[in-house]
């Protein structure tokens, strides 16, 4: 059953158990709360609870955690499900842990009757000083020796809406002197009088996720209940409450989340960076949510492949943004169709050029794929833009490309050599004039010429305008949550720039849907939601190469 890659600790226990018999198959759960957008740590808990069952069989539900009615929407139910398949993967049962709120609910008095949970009138604040300290036990109140039947009625009107919100609890009475705090009584049912997303105003009560979390797990069989490593205490009172109900005893199973550099990762502060206008979206490419990823032009394979490769570790860790962005690279490198664009244009005329005459080249789309991905047209004429970075007046040593008197090869075309330029009132080059060899068109050069350098270069009069946004990371140190002070704090204010004017080949304008594209020289770029029909608008994915510097003033 084991490739050859060695297994990780987690599929070590699945074969065991699977070879002793122990589960005749393997049921995952993936149980987001829809509290927000699906971020990059969530695509890490994706890949490994999908990925285990399409390696070892059985099936992965998707269950979400709905237990806070305050903070979830139908919103984000609806993105986290599109966010899961556009990564290729495929839930068995659509679940919600507010489906099993009658089930919870049953429990909880099963609790009551069997005399392991109460009802607590005691406020949050003395409820935290009744708990004591790891090193203090915890005392009892007098609530704690409620009867039965009191603690019922109580719980029945907790739940008739009797009363108002933090009037009292529901605990599980189960050891003020654990060395675990979890287990020092936890509350297991607040009030709280507010309309959940599905369940509308039936309940005033709902479950904390310690009673919901492990009893969902039981009620759909869940065999292996994969979780971070917050939740190593917690795996005591899990055990707990599957054993005093005598349910389907699912196990919980603890892996480091992921962190990533110049990221920040938990829905709240994603949140507050849509709320507050630092970024336009939860889509916004610069965020690291999977729609903004997708927006970006992430690939779901890339996503995968960098799940894979950064592995499963039982120790927190802090992963290299550099390492997805290489994946994706690597992913581009091989798919994307290279064109032409021109991102701060300066014009280059053809001085033996006709006037008026067009030819049509033809460039290769992909050398690197094995079909090098077909051919397109490209239109050549007298005037072309080409980069201002490609020209310099006083060129420097080793300055292979446009200078005075200096030749180059134009991409897919012909050899030029630069004969004059021009410059504007301010001194900048404006316009760059050349000669060009007639007989040295790629692919039946003649001229016998050599030249070291090649630019890439759109036709003036056939050139489309486009729009395109480069983006840098969004924070300017490595772990804005370790920060002092908040992580807003920290935010890279240079983390978004638009050309508004670039230019690019005319075949880009024709294409019907829009697959993503090196820029030659430039990096990997993909066609924006914002483009319209006159004008396409371009997001960089990423750069050609990793050219990332830390910023030495911050
Ligand atoms: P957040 O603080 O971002 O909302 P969360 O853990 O509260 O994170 P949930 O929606 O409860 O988010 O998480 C769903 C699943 O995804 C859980 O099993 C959780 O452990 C896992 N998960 C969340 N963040 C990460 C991460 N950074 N790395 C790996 N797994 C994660
Ligand atoms: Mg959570």
Known sequence: ???????????????????????????????????????????????????????????????????????????????????????????????????YFDQLYTFAEKLIMDGLAYVDNSTAEEIATQKGTPTIPGTANIYRSRSVEENLSLFRDMKAGKFEDGFCTLRAKIDLASPNMLMRDPIIYRIKHAPHHRTGNKWCIYPMYDFAHG????IEQITHSICTLEYVAHRELYDWF?????????????????NLTYTVMSKRKLLQLVNENFVAGWDDPRMPTISGLRRRGYTP??????????????????????????????????????????????KLTIENYEEGKEEI??????????????????????????????????????????????????????????????????????????????????GSDQSGVNVKGTIHWVSAKHAQEAEVRLYDRLFT???????????KDYLNPESKSIIEKAYIEPYLATVESHKPYQFIRKGYFC????????????????????????????
């Open 527 to 554: 066609v924006d939601k914002d483009s319209t029909a006159g004008k396409l608008v371009f997001n960089r994915t990423v750069g050609l190469k990793e050219t990332w510097k830390p910023n030495p003033a911050k």
């Open 242 to 258: 599957i054993e005093k109900l005598g349910i389907y005893p699912s196990k919980q199973y603890e892996f480091a989340r992921l």
């Open 215 to 218: 009893q969902s797990d039981g």
């Open 477 to 487: 140190v490595e772990s804005p949550d370790a920060e002092e002070g908040d992580f």
């Open 1 to 99: 059953m084991s490739d050859e890659k060695s297994l990780n600790f987690i599929e070590e226990r699945i074969e065991n158990d699977l070879k002793s018999g122990k589960y005749n198959q393997l049921i995952t759960r993936f149980p987001p709360e829809p509290n927000g957008y699906l971020h990059i740590g969530h695509a890490k808990a994706i890949c490994l609870n999908f990925g285990l069952t399409q390696k070892y069989g059985g099936y992965t539900n998707l269950r979400f955690d709905d237990t806070n009615p305050v903070t979830e929407k139908t919103e984000y139910v609806n993105s986290q499900q599109e966010d899961i398949q556009w990564l290729g993967f495929q839930w068995k049962n659509e679940l919600y842990a507010s489906d």
């Open 301 to 346: 394979a890339s996503i995968r492949e960098f799940c894979e490769r950064i592995g499963i570790a039982k120790r927190e860790n802090l992963i290299e943004l550099s390492l997805l962005e290489f994946c994706i690279r690597e992913d581009l490198n091989k798919n994307a169709h290279r064109v032409m664009a021109v991102l701060d244009p300066i």
């Open 361 to 442: 080249l033809i460039g290769e789309n992909n050398p690197e794929a094995d079909d090098k991905g077909g051919t397109r047209e490209i239109p050549f004429s007298k005037e072309l833009w080409i980069e201002a970075e490609d020209f310099m007046e006083v060129p420097a040593k080793k300055w292979f490309r446009l200078a005075p008197g200096a030749m180059v090869r134009l991409k897919h075309a012909f050899i030029v050599e630069c004969i004059d330029y021009k410059k504007d009132e301010n001194g900048k080059v404006t316009e760059v004039i050349c000669r060009y060899l007639p007989n040295s068109k790629s």
